[in-house]
RNA sequence: GUGGGCGUAGCUCAGCUGGUAGAGCUCCGGAUUGUGGUUCCGGUGGUCGUGGGUUCAAGCCCCAUCGCUCACCCCA
């Protein structure tokens, strides 16, 4: 590779035809589902002001610092791609008028994306589907959308997802724990590796996540969030769990399950598979109900969750849909080829379902029907000198011993309905 | 930002102690003048990521640099 070659952006892929058919079936797969518990699909801007961002996530300076795709742009704005999907949603909810006395149940689908070193099931573009509902403060919302991620995975025929859940309590609860958890590192300051000793004055919770061994022990042994949390979030935890056990979805209460930012209250769940390596959480979600309020609207209690879609397509990139095409028409000739493209026309008029390949570039019988072969097709059609003459097409099953037949190119389409498409 | 692994044909990869660049797949043509898939034969395709150095000689050794990848950090 020459350096002067003009390459994609880092982490940024393009999604080759070999890979659009299983990211079409995941879309809409999800899509389908989303609308069976009626939600409504918002579509956003890519880009907004960062300052949407900063209010959000403005207290993690390094997401904002080094992890967003910001510029300024020619009229002294300053601009970002967009991170993630809920800050945009929240804004425009605000702006339209969405919240005001109102319940929203929402989703989104596309790309986002982070200046972030790429890994496996982690780019800077990305692909995101998510849904979000607001207004609405009970755990029955929770559970319905839980209940809505665990129907997506039973659709998608992915049975290996383990569901964690969590409660993160209230703000002022969770500064409590985070007290007592600050207490209990600091007393054993000398177990913590460099990175958690860092995190004891950024985010302690986040050394509950530590993936070093050696801190295990040391975490096992540290007080648990659940056990402090307020009252009202038991019993909300408590009716969230007891409607997914009627809903017969397991789960496991991982109470380390923490979020990176201070938003988040309460219910917090993720979706996690060990197929993945280091990113195996493949949806997660939580209630947010003080964001609306943090970015200038009135208090609105909300809850969402967001999916990668590129991790998705990693665990069901073995079951491809079959896009094939159905039938792939051979012509020789000039003749051939125009009355190839008359029939190709009329065949697409009267059978919308078919998937209809038609040869160009011309070349002989045996390189058009090795291509008819390679295409995929069931049937090759055939128009050349003979059948030209006598308004005849030949019909040759590719895939399976049936003997070639001619029919008038005028039977054709009674034909095909009549064995192929009989309910079209 | 940090660390490991890897860059050789369109793709997947081999290339010994430094001695003229290889295979399989794909593609094109032929065996078969209107019939694919199996088989056989032939062909196209390379600045060995890039730049420099050592050497009579570098894909191989040294330095730099770019890229890919996995992991750490972070995780909205």
Redo the contacts with the bound molecule.
């Keep these: ?3 002067q070659k003009i ?1 994609a952006i ?2 940024m892929n393009d999604i080759l035809p070999t890979q659009t058919p299983i990211w079409q079936h995941i879309e809409t797969t999800i899509r389908q589902v989303l609308h069976s518990y009626a939600y409504q699909e918002i579509r956003l801007p890519l880009l907004e002001a960062t300052e949407l ?1 900063n209010r959000t ?1 403005g207290e ?1 300076t ?2 904002v610092e080094k ?2 795709f910001s510029f300024t742009d020619r009229n002294g704005d300053r601009l970002s791609l967009r ?2 999907g ?1 800050a945009g949603c929240v804004r425009a909810g605000i702006e339209q008028g969405l919240f005001y006395n109102q319940i929203q149940r929402l989703w989104y689908m596309g790309p986002m994306f ?1 200046h ?6 982690r780019y800077r573009q990305f692909h995101q589907i998510g849904a979000e509902a607001y207004g609405l403060a009970g755990p029955d919302i929770d559970a319905e959308i839980i209940l809505m991620t665990a129907r997506f995975w039973r659709q998608l025929g992915l049975n290996d997802l383990e569901l964690q859940i969590n409660s993160l309590g209230t703000a002022a609860a969770r500064a409590a724990y985070r007290e007592h958890l600050v207490n209990y590192f600091s007393d054993h300051h000398k177990q913590l590796d460099a ?1 958690s000793q ?2 004891l004055h950024t ?1 302690p919770l ?1 050394i509950l ?4 061994p050696d801190m295990q022990t040391l975490i096992e042994g540290a007080p648990q969030l659940l056990e402090h949390l307020d009252e009202p979030s038991q019993t909300h935890f408590a009716m969230l769990k007891q409607l997914l056990d009627q809903a017969g979805v397991n789960y496991r209460v991982n109470p380390r399950l923490v ?3 201070d938003y988040y209250n309460r219910t917090v769940f993720e979706w996690v598979t060990q197929k993945l ?3 195996g959480t493949v949806c ?1 979600g939580g209630r947010y109900d003080t964001l609306v309020e943090q970015i200038g609207g009135r208090a609105t209690p909300a809850i969402g969750f967001a999916m990668g879609i590129e991790r998705l397509v990693l665990l069901l990139d073995a079951e491809m849909p079959n896009n094939a095409p159905h039938i792939y028409l051979i012509t020789v000739g000039d003749e051939g080829m125009q009355q190839g493209f008359r029939l190709a026309e009329t065949l697409r008029d009267a059978i919308p379902k078919l998937r209809l390949l038609t040869h160009c570039g011309g ?5 058009q ?6 295409s995929g097709a069931k049937i090759a059609l ?1 128009l ?4 030209v003459a006598k308004q005849q097409v ?1 019909v ?1 099953y ?2 399976e011993k049936q003997p ?1 037949l001619s029919l008038a190119q005028s039977d054709l389409v009674h034909y095909l309905k009549e064995n192929f498409f009989s309910d079209s």
């Excluded at 050349?384 to 059948?387: I, L, R």
């Design positions: 590779m020459s350096s390459q880092r982490g961002f996530i993690v390094d997401i992890e967003m991170p993630e809920t982070r972030e070193r790429p890994q496996k099931g990175d860092r995190r985010n986040r996540d530590s993936k070093n979020r990176g930012l390596g280091a990113q997660a070349g002989r019988f045996k390189s029907f090795k291509r008819a072969d390679k055939v050349g000198e003979d059948e030949t040759k590719l895939r070639q």
